[in-house]
């Protein structure tokens, strides 16, 4: 197995995140009271319990390395999430900030932040 890791991001309620998530092409790869772990391809993101979490405030966020970061953006396009500045759930278009790679963001339900971006 390659070394990896993964993300550890909150979740009000599982079923509603799973839901989410499972639009964009993630299954349920283990879940229990306390943790969850969801799977799409080689992506894995694991939640963990956190009903009083204001998704307007949260500050927890991941970074998401792909081969086609075109691809993925396509792909989760078609679950018609909004694209404005201010939804919560949404998903932005690309974007460049000064050196970085070119990205664009997910703002999952519970307000928690994807950069997603070409390897």
Same mark, same amino acid.
């Given at each position: 197995?390659?070394?990896? =890791?993964? @993300?550890?991001?909150? +979740? *009000? #309620?599982?079923?509603?995140?799973?839901?989410?998530?499972?639009? %964009?092409?993630?299954?349920?790869?283990?879940?229990?009271?306390?943790?969850?772990?969801? &799977?799409?391809?080689? %992506?894995?993101?694991?939640?963990?319990?956190?009903?009083?979490?204001?998704? &307007?405030? +949260?500050?927890?966020? @991941?970074? =998401?390395? !792909?081969?086609? !970061?075109?691809? %993925?953006? $396509?792909?989760?396009? +078609? @679950?018609?999430?909004?694209? #404005?500045?201010?939804? =919560?759930? *949404?998903?932005? $278009?690309?974007?460049?900030?000064?050196?970085?790679?070119?990205?664009?963001? %997910?703002?999952? @339900?519970?307000? +928690?932040?994807? *950069?997603?971006? $070409?390897?």
């Amino acid at each position: 197995m390659a070394d990896r =890791i993964t @993300a550890n991001l909150p +979740s *009000r #309620d599982f079923a509603a995140t799973a839901a989410f998530y499972g639009a %964009l092409g993630f299954t349920t790869g283990f879940r229990d009271d306390g943790w969850m772990i969801l &799977k799409r391809d080689a %992506l894995e993101l694991e939640f963990f319990p956190h009903p009083d979490l204001d998704p &307007k405030t +949260s500050w927890f966020s @991941a970074c =998401i390395r !792909v081969d086609d !970061v075109e691809a %993925l953006h $396509g792909a989760w396009q +078609s @679950a018609g999430l909004p694209a #404005d500045t201010e939804s =919560i759930p *949404r998903l932005t $278009g690309f974007f460049q900030p000064g050196n970085a790679p070119r990205m664009f963001a %997910l703002i999952d @339900a519970d307000g +928690s932040l994807l *950069r997603c971006m $070409g390897n």
